[in-house]
């Protein structure tokens, strides 16, 4: 799996590229982890997760989407996942993340 981040001071985007799924869920939950211990990302309010290219999520993904979504409640931010394919979609469906995630 591929993560390409881009910020513009407010708004901070992530892009998936690929599988988040067992084996690469730990990748993006340590560069979560260091992303809110940044202290410039301290003056981010949206978090963007891109999927256009993400081809499939497993529960470790959804635990790391549902953490990270937990994170940025607690510094009164945004998140919003975009560009979900069917797949991805009917796993949010599924599971009920639908519910609980800003999905466009």
Excluded: C, H, W
């Excluded at 390409?4 to 982890?33: F, N, V």
């Excluded at 081809?55 to 979504?69: D, E, K």
């Excluded at 510094?75 to 995630?101: R, Y």
């Amino acid at each position: 799996m591929n993560i390409i981040k881009q910020s513009d001071g407010k708004k901070y985007e992530i892009r998936l590229e690929g599988r988040l799924d067992t084996i690469t869920a730990p990748k993006l939950e340590k560069e979560m982890q260091a992303l809110f211990r940044d202290a410039e990302f301290g003056q981010v309010n949206m978090l963007v997760f891109d999927f256009e290219k993400l081809a499939y999520i497993s529960s470790a993904g959804l635990r790391v989407i549902l953490m990270t979504q937990k994170q940025i409640n607690k510094k009164q931010g945004k998140m919003i996942i975009k560009n979900a394919n069917e797949i991805v979609m009917e796993v949010f469906e599924v599971t009920g993340f639908i519910d609980i995630l800003t999905i466009e």
